[in-house]
């Protein structure tokens, strides 16, 4: 997610920490580099134009500042007007007290609406609301067999009718909600392969007929400039009040992302970072900018440990690390929880000073989780207690066993003694107790 934007944002970062002060000469050069660096991102020009202009007006105030770092005063200038063009806070739902809410899904055919519509309802189950899907879309082959499909994969309802009038639907699901107490109904309504009056005719109907909380606008974060050009559309149409960027977990260069929001001027409130069903995150402007300019996002990495793993498990795994009985059961055990976090590439984004370069460098590849699990469950009880007894045979049977080299099984034991001996050196630190277990999590 935005590598292009975090490479290329590094090496002028690189450039900037070298300043001995801030001079017109060294503005004026920054600014076409970061003009350029928006553009190849597919950002759009007139917001590239005036988040150029933001930066070298706050930069000319600064030059007559006397400052130790004059280069880190510049970047601190980049990132928040960054985070200002992301729309600076958080933006939550708004579902209002009386139940049911109405949120209503549009966007156009291939954006992973429906997708979006089950990650959504498993991200509100999650707080503790009742929610109830809807298939609108009665024109798309399939489209209501997919949506109970999501349904059944998080375990939500799916209200449907067959190819029935999607206004009359959604009102009668709607109904249904208020009848069965449901606190959410989310309205997943038909796309189309490009804007057209008929597709707007409809969903407007819907809306005047249901007066949704939420309308949320879902578009694919891979098309760039196209992203902004429908959202436009739909803008002028509907009163949007939030949108969805999907498929940021791809090569997406960020343009769609950084354009969007300023464009229309309605909040990304959501972006999806994976295929699976939690693949959803609340778009946090100050979290996304630090992950782009390398600064790091300790908060989001804290908070999927602390999904990850509770604070039982930490105290146990703490206790077995002050008395030396970290053993290949507990790594497994560590690895299916690392998994449960998300891809590494990702969790790595998010440690500070973790830059393009150093991924690279890095090379992560999620499947080595699994090849490593494998190493371990060939191994016998006694041999994931204490690997010290792992000869030269037990190494060729583990292999075999495994599907995996000789190699491989002898780089993972020195690994293993490794990790011991420096998670060993944690659990004597003298650190915060909460601190502490989130630390003992991530490992």
């Known amino acids: 997610m935005f590598n292009q934007l975090a ?11 070298g300043l001995g002060k801030i001079t017109d000469s060294n503005i004026q050069q920054t600014s076409r580099e970061i003009r350029r660096v928006l553009l190849e991102a597919d950002v759009n020009f007139k917001v590239t134009k005036a988040f150029v202009k933001r930066v070298k007006d706050r930069a000319e105030g600064t030059k007559v500042l006397k400052s130790v770092k004059p280069g880190e005063q510049f970047i601190k200038i980049i990132h928040d007007e960054l985070v200002k063009l992301l729309g600076e806070k958080a933006k939550p739902l708004e579902l209002g007290s009386k139940k049911p809410a109405v949120i209503l ?12 519509c089950g990650k959504l ?5 999650k707080q503790g609301k009742s929610v109830l899907l809807t298939a609108a879309d009665v024109y798309r082959p399939a489209a209501i067999a997919q949506l109970q499909q999501v349904g059944e994969t998080v375990d939500v309802p799916v209200y449907e009718q067959g ?19 449901t606190d959410v109904v989310i309205l997943d309504t038909a796309g189309r392969l490009h804007v057209d009056g008929e597709m707007m005719s409809e969903v407007q109907e819907i809306a005047v007929a249901v007066n949704p909380h939420e309308i949320l606008f879902v578009v694919d974060g891979m098309t760039g400039q196209d992203a902004v050009n429908s ?5 002028a149409a509907l009163k949007l009040t939030g949108i969805i960027l999907t498929k940021l977990d ?6 769609a992302a950084v354009s969007i929001s300023e464009a229309i001027g309605v909040p990304i409130k959501f972006i999806g970072v994976s295929e699976k069903p939690d693949g959803l995150e609340v778009f946090d402007p100050k979290r996304i900018v630090d992950r782009i300019l390398g600064f790091g996002d300790v908060v989001s990495l804290v908070e999927k440990a602390q999904e990850g793993v509770s604070e039982d498990e930490a105290a146990k795994l703490e206790k077995k690390l002050k008395d030396a009985t970290f053993d290949l059961e507990d790594f497994s055990d560590q690895l299916k929880q690392l998994q449960n976090m998300g891809p590494l590439n ?3 984004g998010m440690m500070p000073g973790v830059n393009q370069k150093m991924m690279k460098v890095l090379d992560l590849d999620d499947r080595q989780l699994v090849w490593t699990k494998a190493i371990i469950s060939s191994m ?17 049977r583990i292999a075999q066993g495994s599907g995996r080299t000789v190699q491989e099984v002898n780089q993972l034991l020195k690994q293993f003694a490794q990790m011991k001996k420096m998670m060993k050196k944690m659990g004597k630190m003298k650190l915060p107790k909460n601190l502490k277990h989130e630390m003992i999590g991530l490992n």
């Not at 490479?7 to 920490?17: A, E, G, P, S």
């Not at 309802?121 to 189950?125: F, R």
């Not at 959202?231 to 803008?235: D, G, N």
């Not at 791809?250 to 343009?255: E, F, L, P, Q």
């Open 7 to 17: 490479d290329r944002f590094d090496t002028i970062f690189r450039n900037l920490r």
């Open 105 to 116: 899904i549009a966007g156009l055919q291939g954006s992973g609406k429906t997708t979006t």
């Open 121 to 125: 309802a498993a991200l509100l189950k």
């Open 163 to 181: 190819a029935g009038d999607p206004v009359v639907i959604c009102q009668s699901a709607v109904e249904e909600a208020g009848a069965s107490n």
């Open 231 to 235: 959202a436009e559309a739909f803008s």
């Open 250 to 255: 791809g090569d997406a260069r960020g343009g």
């Open 346 to 348: 990702q969790i790595m």
């Open 380 to 396: 016998t009880p006694v041999e994931r207690r204490d690997p010290t007894i792992i000869n030269g045979s037990r190494r060729m």
